[in-house]
């Protein structure tokens, strides 16, 4: 299994930019997908969250400003970044728990990575 991130880029302050991660693989179901961001020294942090079943999960830095989305029959989720501050900007990651394998296997996984820079 793997997870592919793309969308990332450079923008400015009040921008916009849409993420999409795919997952690739022997997959028969995934529990959760979501996003992650790391700065330049600080700890990974949750940005947002998406289950099977389409409950969402934000943190609290991105509520109303970012919106999470999935669609189960592609294995992918998106994440559409409005009104971007320089703040934002980090690697942000992609993540699935909970994969499902065609052998019954469950496991988790990180894609490697993509980055939003925002400039002020």
């Given at each position: 299994?793997?997870?592919?991130?793309?969308g990332?880029?450079?923008?400015?302050?009040?921008?916009?930019?849409?993420?999409?991660?795919?997952?690739s693989g022997?997959?028969?179901?995934?529990?959760?997908?979501?996003?992650?961001?790391?700065?330049?020294?600080?700890?990974?942090?949750?940005?947002?969250?998406?289950?099977?079943?389409?409950?969402?999960?934000?943190?609290?830095?991105?509520?109303?400003?970012?919106?999470?989305?999935?669609?189960?029959?592609?294995?992918?989720?998106?994440?559409?970044?409005?009104?971007?501050k320089?703040?934002?900007?980090?690697?942000?990651?992609?993540?699935?728990?909970?994969?499902?394998?065609?052998?019954?296997?469950?496991?988790?996984?990180?894609?490697?990575?993509t980055?939003?820079?925002?400039?002020?």
């Amino acid at each position: 299994v793997q997870l592919q991130a793309s969308g990332g880029g450079f923008v400015q302050a009040g921008g916009s930019l849409r993420l999409s991660c795919a997952a690739s693989g022997s997959i028969v179901s995934i529990n959760v997908m979501g996003w992650y961001r790391q700065a330049p020294g600080d700890q990974r942090e949750l940005v947002a969250t998406i289950t099977s079943i389409d409950i969402t999960n934000y943190a609290d830095s991105v509520k109303g400003r970012f919106t999470i989305s999935r669609d189960n029959a592609k294995n992918t989720i998106y994440l559409q970044m409005n009104s971007l501050k320089p703040e934002d900007t980090a690697v942000y990651y992609c993540n699935a728990l909970g994969v499902v394998s065609t052998t019954g296997s469950r496991s988790n996984y990180w894609g490697r990575g993509t980055l939003v820079t925002v400039s002020s």
